[in-house]
């Protein structure tokens, strides 16, 4: 069992460290790469593991956790949004657990590679407010959105497909600190992140 886990699923991760690391510089753009999925989105290489490289899911629904999920921490739950663009949006928020203590660490957040859960159309909104930099991956049943991202690594209108490297973790917009605000919508409503694998 890894950091932000639980036999009853996803827990709720507190930060650690130093979180002055916020910020809200828009980021360019890197070559897109595509994720190495031997392990990466795996628990440990467990049979059960729910991230990306062992989904049996159609590439145009979205499933799996965005970043590894071997070190992924859930900041905030979904429908119990304190602040928008949760509030408004219904996702949830991850980070990243740098340090291997179970909390959301700020240094190892910041700047973590951010992976298309489902394949589709990149739309890439810079500056928007709240979200600060943030893409879509559309379909046509789904769109994924992506917040407070630090840099795009792909670009707009670009066909991704699961696993393809898509952005980098960030602080853009209105952030507390380094982290995603993941929110997916099918056929124009809002659902539950965690009902897709979001979390193993």
């Known amino acids: 069992m890894f950091a932000g886990s639980s036999a009853s699923g996803p827990v709720i991760s507190g930060w650690s460290g130093d979180t002055s690391m916020a910020q809200n510089a828009v980021g360019g753009t890197k070559a897109p790469q595509q994720a190495a999925l031997s392990g990466l989105f795996s628990k440990q290489n467990s049979p059960q593991s729910t991230g990306l490289a062992s989904d049996p899911h159609a590439q145009d629904t979205p499933w799996g956790n965005p970043t590894d999920t071997t070190r992924a921490v859930m900041t905030q739950g979904y429908g119990v949004g304190s602040h928008t663009p949760a509030a408004?949006?219904?996702?949830?928020?991850?980070?990243?657990?740098?340090?291997?203590?179970?909390?959301?660490?700020?240094?190892?957040?910041?700047?973590?590679?951010?992976?298309?859960?489902?394949?589709?159309?990149?739309?890439?909104?810079?500056?928007?407010?709240?979200?600060?930099?943030?893409?879509?991956?559309?379909?046509?049943?789904?769109?994924?959105?992506?917040?407070?991202?630090?840099?795009?690594?792909?670009?707009?209108?670009?066909?991704?497909?699961?696993?393809?490297?898509?952005?980098?973790?960030?602080?853009?917009?209105?952030?507390?600190?380094?982290?995603?605000?993941?929110?997916?919508?099918?056929?124009?409503?809002?659902?539950?992140?965690?009902?897709?694998?979001?979390?193993?």
């Open 88 to 200: 408004v949006w219904g996702g949830i928020d991850i980070a990243v657990d740098g340090d291997g203590d179970g909390n959301a660490d700020p240094r190892g957040s910041m700047g973590a590679p951010l992976y298309a859960t489902m394949s589709g159309v990149i739309e890439l909104d810079p500056n928007s407010v709240p979200a600060g930099n943030h893409l879509w991956i559309k379909n046509e049943h789904f769109k994924v959105g992506y917040g407070h991202l630090k840099e795009f690594a792909v670009q707009d209108g670009q066909t991704v497909q699961r696993g393809d490297l898509i952005a980098y973790m960030g602080s853009t917009g209105n952030s507390s600190g380094p982290h995603l605000h993941y929110h997916i919508w099918q056929d124009g409503t809002n659902v539950n992140p965690l009902d897709f694998g979001a979390m193993p």
